[in-house]
Nanobody, 122 residues
Framework: QVQVVESGGGLVQAGGSLRLSCTAS????????MGWFRQAPGKEREFVAA????????YYSDSVKGRFTISRDSNKNTVYLQMNSLKPEDTAVYYC???????????????WGQGTQVTVSS
């Protein structure tokens, strides 16, 4: 069993920055690809970013490419999502997930956190 816990959400003005953290415990961290998804009210959960097991590859949705950066620190069993130039449309609950492949769909991810709220005011 793997426990996934997100932190770092909050309220920020448009143009500001936030860094989300996600700690995964219970198995060898490098065993898992990690992904970030988000869900806004009334919308489906959507892919944000993913990173492969050993951080050789990263992937981003078109809506965040160039603004968000995903990274991982295996010494701390933690994956980060640095979010810059935030926009009101980035407002959502952000979920971290651990899985077998760093893909853009939720299916490969077996373990999910409870989510952290990010609110961007205009």
């Amino acid at each position: 069993q793997v426990q996934v816990v997100e932190s770092g959400g909050g309220l920020v003005q448009a143009g500001g920055s936030l860094r989300l953290s996600c700690t995964a415990s219970g198995r060898i961290f490098s065993t898992y690809a990690m992904g970030w998804f988000r869900q806004a009210p009334g919308k489906e959960r959507e892919f944000v970013a993913a990173i492969s097991r050993l951080a050789y590859s990263t992937y981003y949705s078109d809506s965040v490419k160039g603004r968000f950066t995903i990274s991982r620190d295996s010494n701390k069993n933690t994956v980060y999502l640095q979010m810059n130039s935030l926009k009101p449309e980035d407002t959502a609950v952000y979920y971290c997930a651990a899985g077998s492949s760093a893909l853009r769909t939720p299916e490969p991810y077996d373990y999910w956190g409870q989510g952290t709220q990010v609110t961007v005011s205009s």
